[in-house]
């Protein structure tokens, strides 16, 4: 994986920090991360011995937090993209077409700009958690430009749509005038958009969680408070196997979950007491539904 990785770091003009073979780097990593990783060594013997060395990540609670923290120092650099991936995930299930079992027909077209605004509000809805733009700097060009790289490295390929192909997505006058993507089908590309998919995946099941939670609550409490009570519901669903992801629990994630939607006049806090309140659920039940759009 690390010779899949590194590239990532080039292409983005970031250097990995180290030099010599990527086998050295990971020892030294796993040498670091003795008391979160278990190395085990595998012999298969089938006219010739060969010995490998298998690494589990340890994955309990709340051992995997740690992991997580040394993981926020890499997915920064993935985020980005991981935000168009995921975004593709969600007009694709808008707009592709379904065939009698289900399952999505290729090849997958889907218009560019309904592609940039599900970016945007993506990134929106992150922006506690990574800074995706320069100050100053439009986020519909940044996502664009994101875009336009997926174009480059021939995961979307730009296609042109006939008015009578384009009318059967939507009723936007616009439609049949704007630029439409094909998505690509190649095995690598789609296990490289799997992959930026699962980068996001911990924060946005947390941001569901959250808001599913806070849509289930009758009673109000001090934002600490809140933050607790998710997280251990949180807990509670993982050990019952109803997440995906364990770190779907952590706090910093819940409790940024909770100041996004305060930001976005979801709750509001009660000057007298301290305790925030559900002010518009109409706007949470709509941010719950899309969220849970964006499972890979």
Known sequence: ????????????????????????????????????????????????????????????????????????????LFALDSVIACSMQRVIGTFAESGDEGEVQRPISIPKDKLITEGVELCRLLVREFFFAPPCVDLCTVVDEAIDSFIVADILKVKQVG???????????????????????????????????????????AYFLTATSLLERRDNCDETQLGSDIQEEAVMKWRKGLLRNEVSCSMDIIRNAVKTFRDMD??????????????????????AESLAEYRP
């Open 1 to 76: 994986s690390s010779h899949l990785t590194i590239p990532e770091y080039h292409t983005h003009n970031r250097a990995v920090g180290f030099s010599g073979e990527p086998a050295e780097a990971v020892c030294y990593a796993l040498n670091l991360l003795s008391e979160l990783v278990e190395v085990s060594l595998c012999t298969r013997t089938n006219g010739v011995t060969v010995e490998t060395k298998w690494i589990t990540p340890c994955l309990a609670l709340p051992t995997v937090f740690r992991l997580h923290h040394y993981f926020n120092q890499v997915s920064p």
């Open 163 to 205: 008015p009578s192909q384009a009318s059967r997505y939507g009723d936007d006058e616009d439609t049949d005038r704007a630029t439409w993507l094909e998505v690509s089908h190649d095995s690598a590309h789609l296990e490289h958009l799997e992959f930026l998919q699962l980068v996001l995946d911990p924060f946005l099941e």
């Open 266 to 287: 979801i709750l509001s806090l009660d000057q007298t007491d301290g305790h925030l309140h559900l002010s518009n659920p109409d706007l949470l039940l709509q941010v």
